[in-house]
């Protein structure tokens, strides 16, 4: 008996393990998918506010989503408006102005008194020098490249109409959605993984609602900076700052050094001006911005965010270190839901000997009716 017993456990066992290895299969066969649906998600967290916000002016869930779309839509082609003609003047004259940014950076590497600058620096400018001439000599912009560009345009374009499709009926079917899920789930665990889940939302949507506004502060606070400090080109190189922000860690210095080299080509003076704005910039944001901005909205250790964005970007690239984040704060909450509930049960257990039970059903020492009014509760706000 106890040797069939051990056989069908181990048969059990093996079915589990095949079967993870097989949902592993074909989650990587349908990656781009998965990515789109995550993005779609981590969106649709973002705006969830604003839609709660519309729906209790008395607007339907599909009528609030319509109108930040049409929101979004109007504020990017207003920015489009605004920002694109002047932005194509200045980027037009940066590229154009590269070889002569370049010599003035060589000249001031050979003059300076530094073996290394003199050398290593020197070459490392020509290097730069001799590769944007071979691409402005010869652009690769005939044939399959220039289908190549136009596809990525065409699709990106249509990835970003895909996520806020996917955004659009995960935001008015989730109520459904989740409902089903908690149905799989005992009644006593329930309330619980409610609580989980509305978590997670809200730190995915804090972490991008607060993202998007630090990039936005600033890319705003560099462009009007550098246009008080007379610099070239400043337009770019301020959307180019709030663009690289979204890039952990390595994103504001590269935003920065941008900035800086531009600077530099003019006098040391205004390139030690642009760099001392940028540390301080960068002090302010640290010390002041991200506490306020992100508050409570990942709740993450340094240790955890550089292990996420190194295996998010080993794993899907740049797009992957950067949604890297908040799936990693999503499964942070679950594991300290975790390992917060074995310390609960341990006490209860110390306490109490054993958790107390009800018609076979666990329920940790609350009433059956309580699990259920809280369950209840919390499926009617879904519902509303």
Request: charged fraction near 15%; glycine fraction near 8%; hydrophobic fraction near 55%.
């Amino acid at each position: 008996m106890t040797s069939s017993v051990s056989l069908a456990r181990a048969m059990l066992y093996t079915a589990s393990v095949l079967s993870v290895l097989g949902l592993a299969w074909v989650v990587i066969q349908i990656r781009s998918v998965a990515l789109l649906l995550v993005i779609g998600i981590i969106f649709a967290a973002a705006i969830e506010p604003i839609v709660y916000r519309l729906r209790q002016r008395g607007l339907t869930r599909g009528q609030a989503i319509l109108a930040v779309y049409a929101g979004l839509i109007a504020t990017v082609a207003l920015a489009f408006y605004i920002v694109v003609p002047p932005l194509i003047t200045q980027a037009t004259e940066l590229f154009d102005g590269i070889p002569g940014i370049l010599d003035n950076l060589k000249s001031q590497a050979l003059a300076a008194d530094n073996d290394f600058m003199n050398t290593t620096g020197a070459q490392t400018i020509t290097r730069v020098e001799n590769a944007y001439r071979a691409v402005r000599d010869d652009p690769p912009i005939a044939g399959s490249t220039a289908v190549s560009w136009v596809t990525s345009v065409a699709g990106f374009l249509f990835t970003t109409v895909s996520v806020m499709i996917v955004a659009f009926y995960w935001m008015t079917e989730k109520a459904i959605i989740k409902r089903v899920f908690l149905g799989l789930i005992p009644l006593d665990k329930r309330d619980r993984a409610h609580g989980l889940w509305d978590q997670i939302e809200r730190r995915i949507g804090g972490w991008v609602r607060g993202q998007l506004i630090l990039m936005a502060t600033i890319g705003i606070l560099s462009a009007i900076s550098y246009y008080l400090m007379d610099l070239d080109f400043w337009l770019p190189l301020g959307i180019f700052a709030g663009l690289t922000e979204a890039v952990p860690f390595l994103g504001p210095i590269i935003g920065g050094a941008a900035a800086v080299m531009v600077a530099l080509t003019v006098s040391w003076e205004k390139g030690l001006l642009v760099l001392a704005f940028v540390v301080v910039l960068q002090q302010l944001e640290g010390a002041v911005l991200v506490p306020r901005v992100m508050k409570n909205a990942v709740g993450m250790t340094p240790l955890t965010v550089v292990l996420a964005v190194l295996i998010g970007g080993t794993l899907a690239g740049p797009i992957g270190a950067i949604l890297a984040i908040p799936v990693a704060a999503a499964v942070q909450v679950l594991v300290q839901d975790l390992l917060h509930n074995r310390e609960d049960d341990a006490d209860t257990s110390e306490i109490d000997g054993r958790p107390s039970t009800l018609n076979g059903a666990e329920t940790n020492g609350a009433p059956r009716s309580t699990v259920e009014s809280n369950a209840t509760a919390r499926a009617s706000r879904d519902r509303d």
